[in-house]
């Protein structure tokens, strides 16, 4: 699948993360009986990548707008109002999520496919608000950042997802549940953030214009970096202890439903 986009090939900017995102998404589940969820998460999460390659180092703010209103309205007519090279990836976009419902409509749960949709519309929402500030050279305060980075994570929308290739455990109030950002899903983006962002920030992997939540706490609290990894590590901390306690309470979630957050986590 990969190979016949040829993306390596005709958009250079993307990153080749197959394997990577392969083995990422052995560790939401490995069991056999997920081998179509597997498939299917990886593939979304393959696209996340590229979009999100696409907002952060390549793509105009003029171009950006467009794709994203391509994104929302999720038609493919929309792919007339794009770039070129923005009509590959926008098509390939579509393709996987229409792949997913016709494979799942033989049990008839492609209308799960709505909600990871939906999901990665939020996704590449975020991703346009990091652009706007970047490209304009706006400097939210941390916590307006804050908001906007736990969402660019991903990871409420790859919960959903990864609930997408799961048995009759899953059922519509599921989905409801995870949409109404339970605990345990902001657990995992807190975890999922600031850990990348210290680790980011530490080997200085991330280009001087593109600041992450380590340099807009540095500059709103006039902190040392390893003052804000200690501040950060506590974030982490307590998102951990917030997961436990989720996954150890009483609740109307299934278990193998509450572990796809603590694997990925």
Known sequence: WWKDLDFQRKLPYTRDRVVECY????????????????????????????????????????????????????????????????KLSYKALLDVYEEMKQLLAEHGRQYRVEYAKNALIRLAQSYFVEAKWTLQ?????????????????????????????????????????????????????????????????????????????????????NVTAQETYDVFNKYIESAWKDMNQELLKPTEMPTEVMNRSLNLS
């Open 23 to 86: 083995f990422w998404i052995l560790g939401v589940y490995f069991e056999p009986q997920y081998s179509l969820g597997r498939k299917m998460m990886t593939k979304v999460i393959i696209m996340a990548s590229f979009i999100d390659d696409t907002y952060d180092s390549y793509a105009t703010y003029d171009e950006l707008i467009p794709y994203t209103s391509a994104i929302e309205r999720w038609e493919i007519k929309c792919i007339d109002q794009l770039p070129e090279y923005m």
């Open 137 to 221: 050279n706006y400097k939210p305060s941390f916590e307006e950042f804050k908001i906007n980075a736990l969402s660019s994570t991903g990871y409420a929308g790859l919960a959903i997802t990864s609930f997408v290739g799961m048995g009759d455990i899953v059922t519509p109030e599921t989905f409801k549940w995870a949409a109404s950002e339970p605990k345990i899903i902001q657990a995992s983006e807190i975890i999922c953030r600031f850990m990348d962002d210290i680790a980011e920030h530490k080997f200085k992997q991330r280009r001087e214009d593109d600041w992450s939540a380590i340099d807009y706490y540095m500059k709103e609290y």
